[in-house]
């Protein structure tokens, strides 16, 4: 579990956004749409996964569950007030952290930003 949480934090870093985690606006996570961006690479078509910074807002710490619904067992809990990695995808109020498989409810979530390519 911590593997996992640490590799999101390095990720952050990898590509960037720590610099603009202290001066971007916060705006409500469902004003982020659940869409996936595609490009292309030469002939073939790649679908590139979004993601972006999200504050978490649960005062006991946000579930991180292993499907997007409460009927998923949870593998971690993230703290609050930590700012995490998150995608575009969003499944029945919860939200696709960039580590594929792990979720949490956008209900408790605010959009810090910007939105970019997921690391791989």
Known sequence: MFRKRA???LAIAAIGFTGVIGNALAAPA???????AVGHSGDAQVAQRQCAIFRVNARDGLNVRSG??????????LPYGS???FSRRVQNGFRELA???RWSSDRYL???GPWGQCPS
């Open 68 to 77: 997007p619904g409460t009927n998923f067992p949870v593998v971690d809990t």
């Open 7 to 9: 590799a999101t934090v």
């Open 110 to 112: 605010t959009f810090i």
């Open 99 to 101: 580590d594929p498989g």
């Open 30 to 36: 469902a004003a982020a749409p659940a869409t996936t």
């Open 83 to 85: 700012r995490v990695l």
